[in-house]
Structure formats: C-alpha cells, structure tokens
C-alpha cells in the first residue's frame, strides 16, 4: 500500500512539474513580442537572462506566469480579509452559494426525473429526447435569457444563478439515475414480484439501493457542472461580486493575472466540491456494507 501511494504521489508531481515547464515556456514565448518591443522603445539592451526574466514579470503579460499567479493568490486570500471585495474567498463565497443551490435543485429534479422515467414507459419517449436536448443549446445563449426573464417578473440576485446551475447539473444526475435504477438483476426483480412487492417496495428495497453508486457519481459530475453554470450566470448580469465578476473585472482591465487567479480559484472550488462528494458517497457505501 505505502508504494502505491508513493507510486501515486510521484505520478502526480511528475504531471505538475511537466505543466509547470510548459507553463514557463509558453509565459516566455507569448510575452517575448511585448518585452521586445519595449526594449526596443526604451533603447536597452539585455542579456538573455535578464530578458526572460522581465518577460516572466510583466505587469500585464499575455501569459502570467505561474509565479505571478501564485503571488496574487495569496495576496488576495491570505492578506486580504474574507469580508473584503478584494478577497478572493468572499468572491467564491459567493459563487458557492448559488452554486450549491442550484446542485441542490438540479439534483433532486434529476432524481424525481428519473424515478418518474423508470416507472412511468411514455416519459422515457417523451421526455428523454427532450432532456438530451436541451443539453445542446450553449449556456452561454441561455444565461442571458434566463436572467432578462426573471429580473422581468421581479426575481433576480442569487436565484437566476441557481436556475443556471440546475440547467447544467440535473442532466447528469437524472442520466446517472435511470441507470442506476434500472441496474438491479432481473432475477432479483422477479424475486421482489414473487414476494408481491409492491412498485413502491421494489423501488425502496432494491431500485434505490442499487442506484446509490450511479447516483454519487453523476452528482462528481454534476457539482462541477454547477459551479460552472454559476460563473456563467455572473458574467451576463455584470456582477459585482462573485468569481465570475472577477473574471469580468480582469477582462475589461487587462489584469490577466487576476483572471488566472480567478480561474485557478474556480479550478480548485470545483475540485474541493468533487472531493466533498466522494468523501460523502465512500461513507454512504460503507454504512449500507458496499465498501469493505
């Protein structure tokens, strides 16, 4: 086992190490034409060193550097208060909230979805095609119209967001479910009808617990795919606040660096989310004797 995990370990250093490498060169490269030009401008002259040096810290580079990155991080979680604007907690903070609101909405739809699917034949003709539709249409197409029309009927704050990411997480779960739902044996199900279960029973006895697995895993999915949806709904909305803002912020001011750090932010929330939810789903399993 302690070689696996140092197998493990090693595996992924090597991966982050070999990011970090190609990070650097593709910083240097991108930002070489500016720090050329102003060289050039200014009339100095620099030894190859010094001239990659400037590149990996420029003010307002192309590609920041992952130093740089870092930098504004910390100085924007560690040295800021959490109550600040400038804090990037306070922003996924924000984010957060209408995010699990939204996985919360997306998940209990897609379940009731999918249970309603598995026992009711017409629903899968009728509104399986639908449900797999509306998951071609672009969010960045829907976000706007979701938001107009709520603002419209006097709804808007953290609820839009939400209906955002209940569009993009129900899809999963109710995908997942249906599965889940129908991966019991069929000689199990003619053994629940030998003992004159019910459909109720059956569902709650052994569709459900069979589902527990599918339902984790769609919802890993799902989590993310929320966070995702609210970062889409700050942007169209012109949010002050939020992790979305600050990518908006970034944008209109040229800071790359807050828009790396925003986004590397957002990357880390989505990965401690996906986490969360496997911690919960190996204690479930276990409780119900899945996992030795």
């Known amino acids: 086992m302690s070689d696996f995990l140092h197998s493990k370990t090693a595996a992924v250093l090597t991966v982050v190490l070999v990011l970090l490498c190609v990070w650097y060169v593709g910083a240097v490269a991108l930002n070489t034409p500016f720090q050329r030009d102003q060289d050039a401008r200014a009339k100095v002259e620099r030894s190859t060193g010094e001239f990659v040096v400037q590149t990996l810290n420029q003010k307002r580079p192309v590609l920041p550097a992952p130093h740089q990155v870092a930098a504004e991080i910390w100085k924007t979680t560690v040295e800021k208060k959490i109550t600040s604007k400038r804090s990037l907690v306070y922003h996924a903070g924000i984010t957060l909230s209408s995010t699990m609101l939204g996985f919360l909405i997306g998940t209990c739809l897609g379940i009731v979805l999918a249970a309603a699917i598995i026992h009711v034949e017409s629903l899968e003709r009728s509104l399986m095609p639908w449900i797999i539709t509306s998951q071609t249409i672009p969010i960045l197409a829907i976000a706007p119209m979701v938001i107009v029309v709520l603002n419209a009927i006097g709804i808007s704050g953290l609820i839009p967001k939400a209906m955002i990411s209940t569009y993009l997480s129900f899809f999963p779960v109710t995908v997942g479910v249906v599965k889940g739902l129908r991966s019991p044996d069929p000689m199990q199900l003619d053994l629940m009808r030998t003992y004159s279960a019910s459909s109720l029973q059956t569902f709650w006895k ?48 040229g800071q790359t660096v807050q828009i790396w750090s925003a986004l590397l932010s957002a990357a880390f929330l989505a990965a401690m989310l996906v986490t969360i939810v496997g911690v919960a789903d190996k204690a479930v399993r276990r409780r119900m004797g899945m996992v030795q």
């Open 206 to 253: 052994l569709r459900w617990p069979s589902s527990i697995p599918f339902l984790f895993t769609s919802m890993k999915v799902a989590i993310a795919a929320s966070l995702v949806g609210a970062i889409v709904g700050e942007l169209p909305t012109g949010a002050v606040a939020g992790l979305g803002a600050r990518l908006l912020a970034g944008s209109y001011y």
